[in-house]
């Protein structure tokens, strides 16, 4: 039988499953008007938005396009447009799934208790991770069948980043504006609870949580997944030949029936940890993909077993990552709650605490990218390194399930707050939201090492195309293009915190006027204009991603047009350096502000409406916009520099 028929059915089988777990969503009847009003009004904005955003990028897809076919070649074009419409029909699958699940978690949680609402908020997240390993194997075996060059498919990774990028900005800035706005009006000037319905800006913050964190992070991880099996397989057709480009895909086969295997292993008693429910499927996918790339590479490479051991590094390091971020954003260990005690003496010392363990965190898992890079060439060269990317990233299909059950979590705790459910059900509601913190930041870890690494592969293929063997640090120009390189992420991540706080600032004048103008709110008599805030968001995101986007895009492209291919590697390098350090750094304060604040809720340090409450809130806000927009976006940059450099290579040659 021909592998690829083997390769394009397994991708077909994670489809197979989305769509089986899709229905078990839908089948699921709730049977409470309010939940099913709220859900349905947060559906529309989610969905409003994603058309709003997709309509204004077609002008942007059709222009590069147009430029690839006439500058590089029609294949070229057809691979870039192929990448950008996989990435938006990924995000827009996920969404659709996790706006639907979002109430039906909330009513499971009050009829069926912890286990039932843990289960669907799980199973709609598999929605996401499913679609996105699937439509991404099953786009890239398509390309390779259709051009059979690994570096000419190389611009369906750029169509890729290319959405991801704007739908990590554009939906990072909405949910922030919306959340900032929420928090301060609301919970510190008004004084009334997270998601009370009396807060005009709560439906903008419940539709922000999916357009950042569902459609954002799933084309994020789409096209990490997609650039790592495209990179290896541009390294590994010249380092192992045929070989060498159909193992990356069968690595990434691995990897899917690996994560379906793990999603029978999330299982929770009732009054269990729904923590280590997820950590167990994660575990167990991990060991299914290290028992199942055992026997692949054995078979593949006739009995050597030389990189079987570079994609383990990979895969182990993926893992561990996902540990230490763990560690330092949930509030089970001691970074989250030495920033709680430092709320008692007030915002500024809440912030100060967080800054610190943010820096911290970088650490180790700089530490782990870097063992299992020098593992990846010890075992396999260049090509062990792109095989160590693949290996972590081949894990997504759970990795991502994971990850976007928490802003299912968090819609479903606003759901059952508006809805006015009993106590207890909000009770399970936060114990899932602060569970899907944690696994949100143990996705953004996983996001970011894997961004390491691909990045990396990118950079491989890269020096590949150009002949590039070595950049001399004392040419004058590399260290130009190596301090614009290590500028650029600190330049993006302005003008991403600045978009959110122009934004915020909007959000909290329209919040402020309704609170004043509107008569009844307060007392529950008058209806907010939730539209109007709604409105405010997606505006401001679709107009501020404009320039962080097309920045990525045209820095690589000038540098190297007017500096040199060698000026442009130093640019990478310099980009990757810096990008990893800074979106770790404040993935990581931005998670476990966030968590701070919701210890402290939970009855630590006076509890909700005390003064340590206050200042942990002013901290959460600060962090907002570090954890959803600006740190996880940079992963994306730095890959999307890399691929864009690789696809335009001939014009700088």
């Not at 800006?201 to 790592?228: Q, R």
């Not at 894997?450 to 890269?462: G, N």
């Not at 502000?593 to 206050?614: C, M, Q, R, T």
């Not at 907002?624 to 730095?638: E, M, V």
Request: net charge negative; proline share 3%; glycine share 14%.
């Amino acid at each position: 039988m021909d592998i690829t028929i083997v390769i394009g059915g397994i991708g077909l089988i994670a489809l197979f499953y989305a769509i089986y777990a899709s229905s078990k969503i839908s089948s699921f009847k709730v049977e409470h008007d309010r939940i099913n009003e709220l859900s349905s009004i947060i559906q529309s904005g989610a969905m409003a938005f994603l058309y709003r955003e997709y309509k204004a990028l077609v002008p942007f897809v059709i222009l590069v396009a147009a430029i690839l076919a006439w500058k590089i070649s029609l294949p070229s074009a057809v691979c870039f447009v192929s990448g950008a419409f996989c990435s938006a029909l990924t995000g827009f699958v996920g969404m659709k799934v996790a706006t639907k699940a979002n109430g039906k978690t909330a009513y499971s949680a009050m009829k069926q208790g912890m286990n039932g609402a843990l289960m669907i908020a799980f199973t709609g997240g598999s929605v996401m991770g499913m679609t996105v390993v699937g439509v991404g194997l099953v786009g890239v075996l398509a390309m390779f069948l259709l051009y059979g060059d690994a570096n000419i498919i190389t611009a369906f990774g750029f169509g890729a980043s290319s959405i991801a990028l704007f739908a990590r900005v554009g939906g990072g800035i909405y949910t922030k504006a919306a959340d900032v706005g929420a928090d301060l009006v609301g919970k510190v000037e008004a004084g009334i609870p997270e998601d009370d319905p009396r807060n005009p800006a709560v439906i903008a913050d419940n539709v922000g949580d999916n357009v950042g964190d569902i459609a954002g992070m799933g084309a994020d991880l789409f096209e990490s997944y997609v650039n790592s099996i495209i990179a290896a397989m541009a390294v590994g057709a010249i380092a192992a030949g045929l070989a060498g480009v159909i193992y990356p895909l069968l690595l990434a086969s691995t990897g899917i029936l690996a994560s379906i295997l793990g999603t029978f292993f999330v299982r929770i008693k009732e009054g269990g940890d729904p923590a280590k429910a997820l950590r167990y499927g994660l575990g167990s996918t991990g060991l299914f993909m290290i028992i199942g790339t055992f026997f692949l590479t054995r078979w593949v490479f006739l009995g050597d077993l030389t990189l079987f051991y570079a994609v383990v590094s990979g895969v182990v390091a993926g893992i561990l990552i996902g540990g230490i971020t763990e560690y330092y954003t949930s509030d089970a260990y001691s970074s989250v709650k030495e920033i709680a005690a430092a709320s008692e003496t007030g915002a500024a010392t809440n912030i100060l605490a967080g800054l610190g363990v943010g820096m911290k965190s970088t650490t180790i898992p700089v530490i782990l990218v870097c063992i299992a890079i020098l593992a990846g060439v010890h075992f396999g060269g260049l090509y062990g390194i792109s095989c160590a990317a693949v290996g972590m990233l081949a894990i997504t299909g759970m990795a991502l399930s994971v990850d976007a059950y928490g802003p299912i979590s968090d819609n479903a705790g606003g759901i059952a707050e508006m809805a006015d459910l009993p106590e207890d059900v909000r009770g399970i509601t936060d114990k899932l939201d602060s569970v899907g913190n944690t696994t949100a930041a143990i996705g953004k870890g996983l996001a970011i090492g894997s961004a390491a690494l691909t990045a990396l592969a990118l950079f491989v293929t890269y020096a590949q195309v150009t002949n590039l063997s070595t950049i001399d640090l004392k040419d004058p120009k590399v260290m130009v293009g190596l301090f614009i390189g290590g500028l650029l992420p600190f330049v993006f991540s302005a003008l991403s915190i600045q978009a959110v706080g122009r934004a915020a600032e909007k959000m909290i004048e329209e919040v402020r006027r309704q609170f004043r103008e509107i008569p009844g709110i307060m007392e529950g008599t008058g209806r907010p204009e939730y539209e109007r805030c709604v409105d405010i968001s997606t505006s401001a995101a679709l107009r501020e991603m404009i320039i962080p986007g097309i920045m990525a895009v045209l820095a690589p492209v000038v540098v190297g047009y007017v500096l040199g291919p060698q000026a442009l590697g130093g640019l990478l390098g310099g980009a990757i350096v810096t990008g990893v350090m800074m979106a770790i750094f404040m993935s990581n304060a931005g998670g476990a502000w966030d968590n701070a604040k919701k210890y402290i809720e939970s009855g630590k340090h006076g509890g909700k409406g005390s003064a340590s409450h206050a200042a942990a809130v002013v901290g959460d806000t600060v962090g907002d916009p570090f954890k959803d927009t600006a740190g996880p976006s940079l992963n994306i940059l730095i890959k999307l520099m890399s691929v864009v450099a690789t696809v335009m290579a001939p014009l700088f040659m």
